[in-house]
């Protein structure tokens, strides 16, 4: 089955820095690519997503790129803020088959003032 | 109500205990989770179900029973879970679609401690 890895478990920036959280998967058959947050005893909201037939997305400060060839995609925030602060877990899912989400371990990002 | 939503938010069992959770979802989705949320394996796979029907079932122990009467309930029920089955538990829906992207709306989560 499909397996997700996820890098950094933690992250530290200063506040107007730009974060940086990778992902690898395992399934060739995966094509889509979303990312969720968790805000700290909240429920996790789909912040943003990627398709495998597009490499790049972007949604204001946040972006999502995808290396299907490499089988990694990764989530980019620039101009951090506090409110930032939060759990960033990636996944990945398939078409067909085995259409659930596999989660990848989270991030743990803290945003410092 | 709207979303997702789940009760109870919080339970305490003994061991030997029977109990159940509830979750609604009132999108009008046709797929519904139940995912497991602990420090351990943050957000681990339990059930899926597919227009009422279980479509997965992640090698989960015999002691967590699924029940999907229709396509806008979920239950779990518990019997004689262990200490390690403490968790946040998370019921998510989805509109499957036939591109694959699944986006998932999550519910606040029953917080489970097993003593």
């Known amino acids: 089955g499909e397996n997700v890895e996820q890098h950094p478990s933690t992250l530290s920036v200063q506040e107007g820095d730009s974060a940086v959280i990778k992902c690898t998967y395992s399934?060739?058959?995966?094509?889509?690519f979303p990312w969720y947050k968790q805000e700290l005893g909240k429920r996790p909201q789909l912040i943003i997503d990627?398709?495998?037939?597009?490499g790049e997305k972007k949604d204001q400060r946040i972006a999502v790129t995808l290396n299907k060839t490499a089988k990694h995609f990764s989530l980019h925030i620039t101009e951090t803020q506090p409110e930032d602060s939060a759990v960033y877990f990636c996944?990945?899912?398939?078409?067909?088959?085995?259409?659930?989400?596999?989660f990848g371990s989270g991030t743990r990002l803290q945003v410092q003032p | 109500e709207t979303g997702v939503t789940q009760t109870p938010r919080h339970l305490v069992m003994g061991m030997t205990n029977k109990k159940s959770l509830k979750c609604e979802q009132h999108?009008?989705?046709?797929?519904m989770y139940w995912y497991k949320q602990s420090a351990k394996k943050p957000l681990e796979l339990m059930f899926v179900?597919?227009?009422?029907?279980?479509?997965e079932n992640n090698s989960v122990p015999s002691r967590f029973s699924p029940e999907c009467p229709n396509s806008s309930h979920l239950f779990l029920h518990l019997h004689t879970l262990q200490p390690e089955d403490s968790a946040l538990y998370l019921c998510?829906?989805?509109?499957?679609?036939?591109?694959?992207?699944?986006?998932?709306?999550f519910g606040a989560g029953s917080r489970l401690t097993v003593l």
């Open positions: 996944a990945a899912s398939q078409r067909t088959g085995r259409r659930a989400l596999t």
């Open positions: 179900y597919s227009l009422e029907e279980r479509v």
């Open positions: 999108l009008g989705h046709n797929a």
């Open positions: 998510a829906s989805s509109q499957e679609a036939s591109s694959g992207a699944n986006v998932l709306t």
């Open positions: 399934d060739s058959a995966s094509n889509y």
């Open positions: 990627i398709r495998s037939n597009v």
